[in-house]
């Protein structure tokens, strides 16, 4: 991959304020061992999942924001982007590679200067949420495998606007 030096030097800068990190440092990562495979089956489908770090019952998944680390800007991305599904999948994975209550845990870096750092461990409720919408996917994909359409309905449908719509307008003006 060609990165430009502003980045490269931008990729350095994180990378530094990740290892300086007191809490990441007590995570005892080894930067030289990340992205271990793991691979097993889910609800009779193959799956494999590429964690960042995984070692002694610990999962750590490194992540880089624009939208902040702090607790509510993370769960949002948690969310939105459905890292708890994909914690789900790695901490399943790990189990079933000998693991049998695997911790997981998020570093949160932000993309930009100052390139500030937080750590979080994924609590019980997120991995359980993780695993509905795991359950929900892994269900969709089945569906799909099968041949039969998903989501959209194959009609002509009226689009009802919802009650915020239009409020910024006057119709009279037209």
Not at 26 to 39: I, T
Not at 69 to 94: G, H, P, R, T
Request: proline share 3%.
């Amino acid at each position: 991959m060609i990165v430009s030096e502003d980045e490269y030097n931008r990729a350095c800068k994180a990378v530094k304020a990740i290892k300086d990190h007191l809490a990441v440092q007590c995570l005892c990562l080894s930067l030289l061992e990340a992205d271990k495979p793991l691979f097993g089956e889910i609800e009779g489908v193959q799956v494999k999942g590429l964690p960042d770090w995984w070692f002694d019952g610990t999962i750590i998944d490194l992540k880089t924001t624009a939208s902040g680390i702090d607790a509510n800007s993370f769960a949002k991305n948690v969310d939105a982007y459905c890292y708890d599904l994909q914690a789900a999948v790695y901490c399943e994975l790990a189990r079933q590679a000998g693991d049998a209550n695997p911790t997981f845990f998020w570093i949160a870096c932000e993309s930009e200067s100052p390139h500030d750092v937080a750590v979080y461990k994924a609590t019980d409720r997120i991995l359980e949420v993780g695993k509905a919408k795991l359950k929900k996917a892994l269900e969709n994909f089945k569906i799909g495998q099968s041949g039969q359409m998903l989501g959209i309905s194959q009609h002509i449908n009226e689009l009802e606007m919802p009650p915020w719509y239009g409020k910024a307008f006057q119709l009279d003006e037209f």
